[in-house]
């Protein structure tokens, strides 16, 4: 009896390296995020982002992928429609350097040109790692913010991110083993500095010149600076969050024999 339940386990383990197919595939689209400049629009697009990814199918429904990523998101209270974000007048804006680990989850059995279904929805849940670089443009010339801590940190924020990934979308078989897709994925941070705003606002005392311009915007324009030390600057939620809203293309490598031998 326990060989013939061995038998039985290698021919499954057998069937599904066979099933196993790889695939390659690029990204194109929009970026956002939801943070002290933009709190309540978790679909507003900011800038955008590109990448490219590598996956394994394991079969019809589930498969993992690797993914690197670039995009760009910014924010500036000058565009907002709340008269206290217009008086705080703050600004920013950071490349996102991402590679993420993601499981994919199928809601239709899905295999390019050898299933039957043409089209499925689909899940997925990952982790993400980022470096980030908040700067803004201050009289003309763009200054990194993580250098003058505008907060009046004692040690500057790390410049990277780890962020637990989840998002859906859609797939479809164009052509062969063509895939064309549609996703949209958050990442929420570790951090709450991506645009370089958490807290309460610094002794200005305690700062250099520059370091003081950029911690209170608020009187560029009117001269009248709100930015009293120890009030607040920021929202004082410990994450920001950021996604992206991206086109997929990709192609996999599927033979007749992964699937029917």
């Avoid at 499954?12 to 390296?17: H, V, Y």
């Avoid at 499925?120 to 250098?147: C, D, E, N, W």
Wanted: proline share 3%; with cysteine.
């Amino acid at each position: 009896m326990p060989k013939f339940v061995l038998f039985i386990f290698l021919v499954f383990i057998s069937f599904n390296l066979k099933a196993q197919t790889w695939e390659i595939g690029g990204a194109l689209g929009g970026a956002g995020y939801i943070g002290d400049l933009n709190p309540n629009n978790p679909i507003k697009i900011s800038g955008y982002s590109i990448g490219g990814f590598v996956k394994r199918n394991f079969n019809g429904y589930l498969s993992a992928r690797l993914n690197g990523a670039f995009g760009q998101i910014s924010a500036a209270d000058s565009n907002s429609s709340n008269q206290q974000f217009r008086k705080r007048n703050l600004s920013f804006t950071t490349p996102i350097y991402e590679a993420s680990i993601i499981g994919e989850f199928n809601f239709m059995h899905y295999i390019p040109e050898a299933g039957k279904n043409k089209f499925t929805p689909y899940i997925f849940l990952g982790v993400a790692l980022a470096r980030y670089y908040p700067s803004t443009i201050y009289k003309g010339q763009t200054y990194a913010l993580r250098l003058y801590r505008t907060e009046g940190e004692h040690t500057g924020y790390s410049s990277n991110a780890i962020s637990p990934l989840y998002g859906a979308g859609v797939k479809y078989n164009i052509m062969g083993k063509f895939t064309l897709g549609a996703e949209l994925g958050y990442r929420n941070t570790n951090t709450d500095y991506l645009d370089d705003v958490s807290g309460n606002y610094a002794v200005k005392s305690k700062q250099g010149k520059i370091a003081r311009a950029l911690g209170d915007r608020s009187g560029e324009k009117t001269g009248v600076y709100i930015g009293s030390a120890g009030t607040q600057r920021g929202d004082l939620r410990p994450h920001d969050t950021y996604f992206f809203s991206q086109i997929t293309i990709s192609y996999t490598f599927v033979t007749q024999k992964c699937y029917f031998q």
